[in-house]
């Protein structure tokens, strides 16, 4: 059972917590993160929101094999999107503990 006055301050809580994510999604986009393959020969850039936002390929490797070139592509793009994946996470577990430390009866957000 919810505490009289309670319901209401959940919902403020839930509108705070719904603009401190539209604020992370927007800080999201600036943020990059990088996976690399082949000594760093490629370099995928991504940006917080997981969107590949660069791709770096070192001259040297595009004389080799296309098939081993593209599976570097495919590592280093794979490498950037989990480290995107995480740093949102990170983000989003910081936000939600931060403002609902204490929901009533053990209620959990989905994806949180």
Sequence with gaps: MIPKGGLNNLMKQFGKMQEN???LNQEMANQMVEGTAGGGMVKVTANGSQEIVAVKIDQEILTD????VEDMIVAATNQALQKAKELYQEKMSGLAGNLVPNLPGGFKIPGL
């Excluded at 094999?65 to 081993?68: G, K, N, Q, V």
């Design 21 to 23: 994510m539209e604020k």
């Design 65 to 68: 094999d296309i098939e081993m």
